[in-house]
């Protein structure tokens, strides 16, 4: 073998060059340091890579979560109102809530939505510990009366829970037997299982 440093002749399993010094090993070593670099940047590239992918699934289901967890503006009137009303309740942590919670939106002669009913069926210990099955009324946030509960003459706002009794009387007769609901008004069923579950509830 030659010397690629210097030319010389060699003996073939020489190490190193006699002549001018040149050690063979060195290359074979450079080599293998360089596949050892590369190996080791593939691995760092490939962790880096799993660990980018792992944060970023992370964010999807926190994001995902949050969303669904986010209530929009007519289920944040409808969460407070059976919040406001489980508060009323002498055993707060009996509320149960069925079927469908349903927004009446009113709105006046220019299109602005001047009141809102909030309408839905729960259930509720009584004094007797016995559940019994009611139909709130809420004009806005505030509690008027269950739907079936007689109006005391002596209250003094008797009349006005007549006049929304009777107006509420007439809209379900329309849609029951009309088949179609008042232009003046908007019917928003929300999604009881999203409120239940804001509450805490079963």
Do not use: W
């Not at 839905?120 to 559940?131: D, E, L, P, R, S």
Request: net charge negative.
């Amino acid at each position: 073998m030659f010397c690629f440093n210097c030319g010389k002749e060699l003996d073939n399993n020489s190490k190193f060059c006699i002549y001018c010094g040149k050690s063979f090993i060195t290359n074979d070593k450079t080599n293998v340091d360089k596949k050892s670099k590369f190996t080791k940047r593939v691995i760092c590239a490939a962790v880096i890579g799993m660990i980018a992918l792992i944060v970023a699934i992370s964010l999807i289901v926190v994001i995902l979560i949050a969303d669904n967890s986010k209530l929009n503006k007519d289920e944040q009137l409808a969460y407070q109102n059976c919040c406001n009303l489980r508060n009323r309740l002498q055993d707060p942590d009996s509320l149960k809530l069925y079927d469908s919670i349903l927004l009446l939106k009113h709105y006046d002669d220019f299109g602005n939505n001047d009141y809102t009913y909030t309408i839905f069926k729960y259930g509720a210990a009584n004094g007797y510990g016995a559940i019994r099955t009611e139909q709130a009324i809420f004009k806005d946030d505030e509690y008027i009366m269950d739907y079936d509960d007689e109006i005391d003459e002596d209250d003094f706002d008797c009349e006005r829970k007549r006049k929304i009794k009777i107006e509420l009387l007439d809209l379900e007769v329309s849609i029951e037997y009309l088949g179609e609901k008042p232009k003046e008004y908007d019917i928003i069923d929300i999604d009881v299982k999203k409120i239940k579950k804001k509450m805490g509830l079963k």
